[in-house]
């Protein structure tokens, strides 16, 4: 393969879970299954001479040795939308000396998006304090990045799905206590949500518990409840 090629040359496929080659080197590497694949890497400096460990290969989607790392190499694998970023932040790196780290994008040789840590430092050379070498680690944490994501929308799901059954069956209850039809129910639900600052879902949780406790008197306390949401609801004023 051409040390050169970038994500640019080599054909784009769909996001799909890392190769067994990557999993089993790292179970190898490490004696831990499933775990983040990391790698390690150095540049000296000023010559920009690098090298990358064999889970840094595997991070960026080669097999380690296919290519000659580079600055060129490492840049060209950068998301387009995060590229300058971690350019500003090794060139502030190189100038300062101080610890990084940066949570970011990467295209891998196979055209997939994986978001990664970075971490690094600059420090002198043993043998030569004119010479430094800039040297840290890179792991892929895509997987964990989409478990987490998918974790939050599903726990989001339930909750809407929790708050909008509270909903209609306060407005069935407003539906049956008042004679009214379901959008003029839901009128009267967003009034007193506005008129008292609290939300619909936990209005709507206390008309619900109201009319179910007091049955065909329901009315009367649901009533009260409208003209004073707060009080009626248990909690403090709070921002809808």
Not at 50 to 59: P, Y
Not at 61 to 82: C, I, K, M, N, R
Not at 146 to 156: D, K, L, N
Request: with cysteine; aromatic share 4%.
């Amino acid at each position: 393969m051409d040390p050169r090629r970038t994500p640019a040359d080599t054909p784009e496929t769909p996001s799909s879970p890392a190769p067994a080659r990557e999993r089993s080197a790292l179970e190898h590497t490490l004696g831990i299954p499933n775990t983040p694949l990391t790698g390690s890497y150095g540049c000296l400096l000023p010559e920009e001479t690098w090298w990358w460990s064999e889970g840094t290969f595997l991070v960026h989607g080669f097999e380690p040795g296919e290519v000659v790392p580079s600055t060129a190499l490492v840049l060209a694998h950068q998301h387009p939308d995060d590229r300058e970023r971690v350019q500003r932040l090794l060139a502030a790196a190189r100038r300062t000396g101080a610890p990084f780290a940066s949570v970011h994008r990467i295209m891998d040789a196979l055209g997939r998006e994986r978001t990664v840590v970075l971490t690094g430092h600059v420090q002198p050379t043993e043998h030569d304090p004119f010479t430094t070498v800039l040297e840290g680690f890179v792991t892929d944490v895509t997987d964990e990045i989409r478990e987490r994501a998918s974790r939050t929308a599903s726990q989001q799901v339930a909750e809407s799905e929790q708050s909008r059954s509270a909903i209609e069956q306060a407005k069935g209850a407003l539906m049956v206590l008042y004679g009214v039809t379901s959008d003029d129910a839901f009128a009267m639900l967003r009034t007193a949500s506005n008129d008292h600052n609290v939300k619909v879902r936990d209005l709507a949780t206390a008309v619900l518990a109201a009319a179910n406790t007091h049955g065909t008197a329901g009315r009367h306390f649901v009533e009260r409840l409208l003209r004073s949401a707060p009080l009626a609801t248990g909690r403090s004023t709070s921002a809808r």
